[in-house]
């Protein structure tokens, strides 16, 4: 009787914690089936109970028949806890199957989050890369400057040289 009582607390308390979390639709029908199953068990329980309390016998005792028919009622409890087991064990799969899925969609969100992490850091090298060429050129803008007007300044020299010495190779007739 005991152990019944603790197979009851055990279950109360195991449906209590699992009625926090969100259902899916087929472990909310295994809860109503061992709900049901429960129900059954407590009214079963209730027969056995009254039954021992039968006395039809001579002087109030139990008869045989009483005796029988207690011990069918509790034969009848032990096979309602046996399926009670086998649907709590389906309820424990299902349970287990949710959290695989929770796990597996953890895991696959650190690795998209990893990922992410990797191409931010990449971006970030490659911006700093970039800052310092930029950082570079800026530095040495001026240099092309002076590069490229000396560069035109001695190609207009060439030009007017080169304008001249014609001019002077021709003579004043040409």
Do not use: C, H, W
Not at 61 to 87: A, C, Y
Not at 117 to 124: E, F, R, W
């Amino acid at each position: 009787m005991i152990r019944n009582l603790l197979l009851l607390s055990f279950i109360s308390i195991a449906f209590n914690a699992a009625a926090f979390q969100n259902d899916t639709t087929a472990y909310q029908l295994q809860r109503l089936k061992v709900n049901a199953l429960l129900a059954e068990r407590s009214n079963k329980f209730g027969q056995y109970d009254q039954s021992l309390d039968n006395r039809t016998g001579i002087f109030g005792f139990q008869t045989k028949g009483d005796i029988k028919k207690s011990n069918e009622i509790l034969r009848q409890i032990v096979l309602n806890d046996n399926n009670i087991f086998k649907e709590l064990k389906i309820l424990l799969n299902y349970k287990d199957q949710q959290v695989k899925k929770i796990q597996l969609e953890a895991s696959s969100s650190n690795s998209r989050i990893q990922n992410y992490m990797l191409t931010i850091k990449k971006l970030q090298d490659e911006n700093q890369r970039l800052e310092s060429e930029t950082s570079n050129i800026a530095k040495s803008g001026p240099v092309y400057y002076l590069t490229i007007f000396l560069l035109f300044f001695f190609a207009t020299l060439s030009f007017f040289f080169y304008k001249k010495y014609r001019k002077a190779t021709q003579g004043p007739f040409a």
